[in-house]
Nanobody
């Protein structure tokens, strides 16, 4: 499974970004997908998670601001990020879980700064 993430960039506080992550390769039986983030000197943390059936989980720090969704026909997971804050600055990674293995995308940088 290969994961290609895109959509990061520089945005002002209060702005919005939409991240996308497309899966390719052996995509049959991909179950959960999600987004993590990691800032310099910090551990990677879960941002949002979605099951194959559409059940979602969001980190407390992003509830009410971020939304995770997926299009199973396109094998793509999205992260809509609104009301961005400087503390959301990080490299965002998507992942996918399939047959007991977790796959990771290459990461996309999100910088929130005025």
């Amino acid at each position: 499974v290969q994961l290609q993430a895109c959509g990061g960039g520089l945005v002002q506080p209060g702005g919005s970004l939409r991240l996308s992550c497309a899966a390719s390769g052996s995509i049959f039986s991909i179950n959960d997908m999600g987004w993590y983030r990691q800032d310099l000197g910090k551990q990677r943390e879960l941002v949002a998670h979605i099951t194959s059936g559409g059940l979602t989980k969001l980190a407390d720090s992003v509830k009410g601001r971020f939304t995770i969704s997926r299009d199973n026909a396109k094998n793509t997971v999205y992260l809509q990020m609104n009301s961005l804050k400087p503390e959301d600055t990080a490299v965002y990674y998507c992942n996918a879980f399939r047959l007991g293995i977790t796959y990771w995308g290459q990461g996309t940088q999100v910088t929130v700064s005025s």
